[in-house]
């Protein structure tokens, strides 16, 4: 899958392109107004689950083929309504009892951008994304749009509705959430074989902190994308996955009123 930009600002798929096609990710070097999107989305892309392709057994990624796989329940597909998302969301969701991996293990720059939800009972709601060490990308302890690497990187309090989809994108560098940047300047540290889960990490201190989920879309990059990236890539997924259009930038502020002399 490419995406583009249009003149419109709303991120589009184009059609897909055979695996020989896509073998070559990432090595877009095009950078003319029309493809800048793309390039800034596909540069470093070593993983993503998308979501047109999701599913409860063998759900692979685009780039490298890799699986989630299954570590404990039984999670399934379901079609949600709602929630913040203006279009139906067929996605992968569990219980607290489900739980899975995602195949591989990805550097300590790394960038993940998620589409996730907490589901279900009020009264099991931990962590939905977790890795390796002391690792929350998104969910805790009943908050949305929050991120811990072993190290607070946003306020630990909630934002936004609980109960709706959030798309988080997060790096050593910079957190947003819902395209808005939320990271309050601390340095995430996280060891350099980062391995990711849903109610599960591999080696993570945390794994008993399990929800009630959902999880429509996984994007991981091999580095810290740079704020315009980050934005870039969070307009596209609230876009592609939610229906919800983000202006990719703020509008220039208004020009002050004329001189009455």
């Not at 798929?13 to 990710?25: I, T, V």
């Not at 090595?27 to 993503?48: D, E, K, Y």
Request: charged content about 15%.
């Amino acid at each position: 899958v490419l995406l583009v930009l249009r003149s419109t600002g709303k991120y589009v798929p184009l059609p897909d392109q055979s695996k020989s096609e896509r073998s070559g990710y990432p090595t877009q070097t095009n950078t003319t107004a029309s493809s800048l999107g793309v390039t800034a989305t596909r540069h470093g892309l070593v993983a993503w689950w998308a979501n047109k392709n999701a599913k409860s057994r063998g759900w692979r990624d685009e780039i490298s083929g890799s699986s989630i796989n299954v570590v404990g329940g039984s999670p399934a597909m379901q079609t949600f309504h709602g929630a913040g998302a203006t279009k139906p969301v067929t996605s992968l969701y569990g219980s607290y009892r489900d739980k899975m991996e995602f195949e591989g293990s990805f550097s300590s720059s790394a960038t993940i951008c998620s589409v996730s939800r907490y589901t279900g009972s009020h009264g099991v709601r931990g962590r939905v994304i977790i890795g390796t060490g002391n690792f929350l990308h998104g969910h805790w302890s009943g908050r949305r749009g929050v991120t811990f690497r072993e190290g607070w990187m946003t306020s630990p309090n909630n934002r936004g509705n609980v109960d709706d989809w959030l798309v988080m994108c997060s790096s050593p560098n910079y957190v947003f959430a819902d395209g808005v940047d939320v990271g309050t300047g601390n340095q995430g540290r996280v060891t350099s074989n980062l391995r990711l889960g849903i109610n599960y990490g591999p080696g993570s201190c945390c794994n008993s902190e399990v929800s009630s989920w959902a999880v429509a879309e996984m994007m991981v990059w091999n580095r810290a994308l740079s704020k315009t990236e980050m934005r870039d890539a969070s307009a596209y997924l609230m876009e592609e996955v939610l229906g919800r259009i983000q202006p990719r930038y703020p509008p220039p502020p208004s020009p002050p009123p004329p001189s009455m002399g």
